[in-house]
């Protein structure tokens, strides 16, 4: 809780309303002299009237969370008056979605590479096998049981095969 000291000057509610800090101001607690946009944007959205009914109908204990609560959407609403908060909110959510698809697109991925039971032949096998007379090797075709184990299970792979203890490596 942020205290202001009664003596020496008053707190940002009463400077900026121009009248005397008091003892019990109900607002010195919650905006200190050092924080005056603090209360500029919370009484410029919801009016000091209304801020002080409100803070006189909440318990004590609670006062702080509310002015806070109080304090961000006066700032939201004053870089988006009409949906304040509410539209970070939505800017957010959207991004996480597009963020979970990108996730899944890529879990999906992980997953086609690692049920592929061979890596595409390297450049220098293709090279020799091409010199040498033999046939290449394309990928997706088997040549010798190379197996990557799917890291989730050591006993199942996920593309259908049964494998026993972790398979061919």
């Not at 009463?14 to 607002?27: A, G, Q, T, Y």
């Not at 905006?31 to 000091?48: D, L, M, R, S």
């Not at 220098?124 to 997706?140: A, I, K, L, Y």
Request: overall charge neutral.
């Amino acid at each position: 809780m942020a205290s202001s000291s009664y003596s020496n000057s008053p707190c940002a509610a009463c400077k900026f309303l121009r009248r005397k800090c008091m003892p019990d101001c109900i607002f010195a607690p919650y905006f200190p002299p050092e924080e005056p946009q603090k209360f500029a944007n919370v009484h410029k959205i919801f009016g000091a009237s209304n801020v002080s009914k409100l803070l006189n109908e909440v318990l004590p204990h609670q006062r702080e969370d509310a002015v806070n609560s109080l304090a961000y959407e006066a700032e939201a609403r004053m870089k988006d008056p009409v949906y304040g908060c509410v539209g970070a909110i939505s800017v957010l959510q959207r991004q996480v979605i597009r963020l979970q698809k990108e996730l899944d697109a890529t879990n999906a991925d992980l997953m086609r590479y690692a049920c592929n039971h061979e890596m595409p032949p390297s450049q220098s096998e293709r090279r020799n096998n091409n010199n040498m007379g033999g046939s290449s090797h394309h990928f997706g075709q088997n040549s010798g049981g190379l197996y990557f184990a799917c890291p989730w299970s050591t006993d199942h792979d996920p593309c259908g095969d049964q494998r026993g203890g972790g398979g061919n490596m």
